[in-house]
């Protein structure tokens, strides 16, 4: 089992900036894909950005150039810098990790969130 434990979320307003982190600890073997994932109230979970072990990065079209993900693979860390936020990035962050165990193998965990909320 791998455990995921995200912090940084909070209140900021319009413009502001957020930098979120999860921290990936227990059975790890190989983390390939890290990345943030959200929902809003009422809507489904969405990608927010991704980013491999070999350092490609998939971003939504509605964070591009707003958001940067990054990654710390010896603290198994993996950040979000959430920059000129909008009221409409309000909703709970969820960490999203790959564990690789084997040959074509891998396991998905998830942290249980970290909430943003942007006020106008």
């Known amino acids: 089992q791998v455990q995921l434990v995200e912090s940084g979320g909070g209140l900021v307003q319009a413009g502001g900036s957020l930098r979120l982190s999860c921290v990936a600890s227990g059975s790890i073997f190989r983390l390939n894909r890290m990345g943030w994932y959200r929902q809003a109230p009422g809507k489904q979970r969405e990608l927010v950005a991704t980013?491999?072990?070999?350092?490609?990065?998939n971003y939504a079209d509605s964070v591009k150039g707003r958001f940067t993900i990054s990654r710390d693979n010896a603290k198994s860390t993996v950040y979000l810098q959430m920059n000129s936020l909008k009221p409409e990035d309000t909703a709970v962050y969820y960490c999203n990790v790959e564990n690789v165990v084997g040959v074509g193998y891998g396991m998905d965990y998830w942290g249980k969130g970290t909430l943003v909320t942007v006020s106008s």
């Open positions: 980013k491999t072990s070999g350092g490609s990065t």
